[in-house]
């Protein structure tokens, strides 16, 4: 703070000096991976193969009735007379103002 009051330009110098006139770089290059695709599907079957064998087959049943459920209500058109809603009708053309009161608090 000492310096930005000595200084006005301090902190456009100090950009200049370590960002812009820095001769010090780096240069990074980035390739993917040719095979990326193929792993990421071998992945995600092994895990998929992994959990499938853990579960048991009551268990398959009932995940089976939930997805079927939560397919059905999905699939439901759903009901909006509940939601809110405002028609050009409901509004006035008459302008209402709002009062406003204006507070000044002292060291703020």
């Not at 398959?60 to 058109?77: A, G, N, P, T, Y």
Request: glycine share 2%; net charge negative; aromatic share 6%.
């Amino acid at each position: 703070k000492d310096q930005i009051k000595k200084d006005p330009t301090f902190l456009q110098n100090a950009v200049k000096k370590y960002f812009k006139d820095n001769q010090h770089k780096l240069e990074q290059t980035m390739s993917p991976a040719t095979d990326f695709t193929e792993n990421e599907a071998k992945q995600f079957q092994d895990l998929e193969d992994k959990l499938r064998s853990n579960i048991k087959p009551d268990e398959k049943e009932v995940i089976r009735e939930k997805s079927l459920s939560l397919l059905e209500s999905q699939d439901m058109k759903e009901d909006s007379s509940c939601l809110p809603s405002l028609l050009v009708a409901d509004i006035s053309d008459e302008y209402k103002g709002t009062e406003v009161n204006k507070l000044e608090l002292v060291g703020v």
